[in-house]
């Protein structure tokens, strides 16, 4: 909890640090997150191969004005995370070698709260940025999809993950960093951005079999933002 009373408390000190007359953006996006895991202790070594998730984000954005180039980028995003655990080998049917397999992806349903700064360069009509800061992040709910592979894949039934036990963190703390450009539209922008989001905290700590995961990915997204 201090450390959630801490980020809001640097979103209303750059608040109240902004110009006053200063003009305002308040905008939507929406893109796809390809994101994976680092695995760490020693089961890790023993975990079969894995794959990207490519899950979407959706959210609104602010910015607020600091001075000349800078500003400060708050948004509120839901973004999908996981990552797909493999497994495959053949099996000689009627002499014939046929491919056998399985999969498990893993999805974490997010609700971030990025509070970035942003730099921005060019001219009025068109700018490219740079943003960078902490991302505080709630894992709402997950599920496990297993998924047989026989030539083709069929999907099992849906398994609902227990995110209330105690092996599971449902808050996160992350770092992003990424660039993007955004041209002049009516009243106000068209922005994309592609960024990269690094988990400092374990999604998942198991200290029985020395298991840790954390989250990592990258995406890219694109919207439009009113100026007010």
């Known amino acids: 909890m201090k450390l959630i009373k801490f980020l809001f408390s640097i ?3 750059v608040m109240f640090l902004s110009q006053s007359n200063a003009q305002v953006s308040l905008g939507f ?3 796809s997150n390809f994101a994976d895991t680092r695995v760490e202790g020693i089961i890790g070594t023993l975990t079969p191969e894995q794959t990207t998730f490519t899950g979407y984000t959706l959210g609104i954005i602010g910015e607020l004005p600091i001075k000349s ?20 080998f053949d099996v000689e049917v009627l002499g014939i070698e046929m491919p056998l397999g399985a999969k498990a992806r893993t999805r974490i349903n997010y609700i971030e709260l990025p509070l970035l700064l942003k730099y921005a360069i060019g001219s009025d009509l068109a700018k490219a940025y740079f943003i960078a800061g902490p991302t505080l992040g709630y ?4 599920e496990l999809r297993p ?8 999907n099992l039934p849906r398994v609902n993950i227990n995110l209330n036990n105690d092996i599971y963190k449902r808050w996160e703390v992350s770092g992003t960093l990424g660039v993007g450009g955004e041209i002049k539209a009516g009243n106000g ?4 951005d592609g ?14 079999v020395d298991l840790r995961i954390k989250n990592q990915g990258f995406n890219v997204s694109a919207g439009y933002a009113f100026t007010f």
């Open 11 to 13: 979103t209303a000190a």
């Open 189 to 192: 922008k068209i922005f994309a």
């Open 69 to 88: 180039g800078l500003s400060f980028r708050p948004e509120l995003n839901y973004i999908q995370k996981g990552f797909t655990v493999s497994q495959s």
């Open 29 to 31: 996006k929406a893109g």
């Open 147 to 154: 998924v047989a592979s026989l030539l083709i894949d069929f």
């Open 139 to 142: 894992a709402a709910n997950a």
């Open 195 to 208: 960024r990269y989001n690094l988990g400092f905290t374990n999604m998942l700590d198991n200290p029985i």
